[in-house]
């Protein structure tokens, strides 16, 4: 399973090509329809570089266009991804503000957390401390999001996190990532 994961709502192949390719990819479309033709040429891509693609929030085209897996954000808190056969590896990972929302994700069965926001001042900010203390409840891998950025990376090392999650960190067009 990747420790590190970049979201993206477009295509750019040129950017994406300029990454590490140790950084997985979550691709989101919350603000315009589906596209499945964008999709699968991102799919290709990620295949042809040796790269994990993930969607967000749409377990049935992941397992349709063989995707290497799924991410539920916080507000996916249906079960139904359990009624789901997905293939092995398939990576089912998910996004937590707070003790329910990571008792919903334990429920969807993800095999890792995505705790926001750690440094990122909005509506689910944590902060470092309570951040800490979420972390400390929960017994799968965590991955910190929000507001990551150069200058305070070196704070994750304190808070025992196994990876990442990012948009402006990786963004760019020398070669980024960790």
Known sequence: MPKYYYFIDDFNKEHIKNLNKNIA???????????????????????LTGRKFLIS???????????????????????????????????????????????????????????????NKK?????????KILRNLIRKKVIALGGINKRNLKKLNMLDVYGFAAISYFDGTKKNGP
């Open 57 to 119: 929030n749409n377990i049935k085209i992941s397992i349709k266009l063989d995707l290497d897996g799924v991410y539920l954000p916080s507000f996916n808190k249906s079960l139904k991804i359990n009624n789901y056969a997905k293939k092995n590896n398939f990576i089912v990972i998910g996004s937590a503000h707070n003790l329910y929302d990571v008792n919903i994700k334990i429920m969807q069965g993800v095999e890792a957390i995505f705790i926001a926001s750690l440094f």
């Open 123 to 131: 509506k689910s900010y944590l902060g470092f401390e309570k951040f």
């Open 25 to 47: 990819i979550i691709y989101r479309s919350y603000e315009k329809t589906l596209d499945l033709n964008e999709i699968i040429n991102i799919k290709k891509f990620c295949r």
